[in-house]
């Protein structure tokens, strides 16, 4: 039977709101009245998700499937290995948290079935911390300066693919990337909708403010070159600047001998540019690290076990297979 919707939902320590969760998500769903499935990625949680997952699994295996990480690998890793799983042609990410409602996924929908094969969401209103929110909108501006790819919200999971987007991120194998400006890349007509934003049922955010800037660095050394170029720039213009100070200093020698009222000018001068130097040398680690990590060519995540309905052969209503699998990729 044809999948017409794939929900992807990474898991990651959300046993105090799964159940919410579940309350809203599959009416949401079955109220659309197409034939979906819901892929839960649990991604090395330390709580009781997993079993959670596990018996949600056994209550509706029909349009449930569950991908269960030997360890913790991260939001977008989880991400990618459950579009490795979809069989839908329009595939929609979702946070756990109930940050964004599941009923806004209908709006989605229907707005891919205009001709879009991307569409992300806007947040309104939203309900994140003020720093949160003014650090996120600062980032956005500076990551679409630098990569061009215009995301609104960035850090808003909500969104939809088409298949032909799916099929092509599937191919990618990229150690470290960002999924929500991977898609961007490849969509041939994307788009953005505004969708409404509640506050976390349970829990609190996995992000740290650590995090977030980490998630940053891995956009822009990800999708541009422009840093390395304005620092090759920058070079150039303060070795231009450094060779003229020279060049003054050494006359100033000659017409009024030796000075040392400038000292501490000079002092602050070589600081600065030493701080400048360092930031540089850590943005080329930046794009050095990622070129380590892709060459040492080390699965991007481990599956330990899929729970899904055996669709090869009949099962007993009251005994629904399981089939299992390990898979690295």
Avoid at 207 to 227: A, H, M
Avoid at 241 to 261: M, N, T, Y
Avoid at 290 to 298: A, F, K, L, S
Wanted: hydrophobic share 45%; proline share 3%; glycine share 6%.
């Amino acid at each position: 039977m044809k999948t017409d919707l794939s929900v992807v939902i990474p898991i990651y320590n959300e046993e105090a709101g799964l159940a919410k969760l579940f309350e809203r998500l599959y009416p949401a769903l079955d109220a659309l009245g197409l034939n979906y499935e819901i892929v839960f990625i649990n991604d090395g949680s330390r709580d009781r998700s997993a079993a959670i997952l596990a018996e949600q699994f056994r209550l509706r295996p029909d349009v449930t499937r569950v991908v269960l990480f030997n360890g913790n690998y991260g939001q977008h890793m989880a991400i990618l290995a459950g579009f490795a799983e979809t069989r839908g042609e329009i595939t929609v990410t979702l946070d756990a948290d109930l940050q964004n409602p599941p009923e806004e996924i209908g709006a989605l929908v229907a707005k891919m079935r205009e001709g879009y094969d991307y569409v992300g969401s806007i947040r309104r209103n939203r309900q994140d911390s003020a720093w949160r929110t003014y650090a996120s909108r600062a980032m956005n501006r500076l990551r679409e300066k630098i990569t061009r790819i215009q995301m609104t919200d960035q850090g808003n999971m909500l969104r939809a693919y088409g298949r032909n987007v799916i099929d092509l991120i599937n191919q990618c194998n990229e150690v470290n990337t960002f999924v929500p400006a991977l898609a961007y890349t490849f969509a041939r007509r994307p788009t953005e909708i505004v969708v409404a934003h509640e506050e976390r049922s349970a829990g609190e955010s996995k992000y740290s403010l650590y995090s977030l800037i980490r998630l940053n660095f891995d956009l822009v050394t990800g999708f541009s070159l422009v840093p390395l170029q304005f620092f090759s720039l920058l070079g150039i213009a303060l070795s231009f600047l450094s060779a003229a100070l020279f060049f003054l200093l050494l006359v100033r020698r000659f017409l009024f001998g030796s000075e040392v009222e400038g000292v501490f000018t000079l002092f602050a001068i070589t600081f600065f540019l030493m701080g400048v130097i360092l930031f540089g040398i850590g943005l080329v680690g930046e794009y050095v690290g990622r070129i380590y990590e892709q060459v040492r060519g080390r699965p991007r995540y481990v599956v330990q076990a899929v729970l899904q309905e055996d669709r090869t052969a009949a099962a007993p209503a009251s005994h629904p297979l399981q089939a299992a699998r390990s898979l690295e990729r």
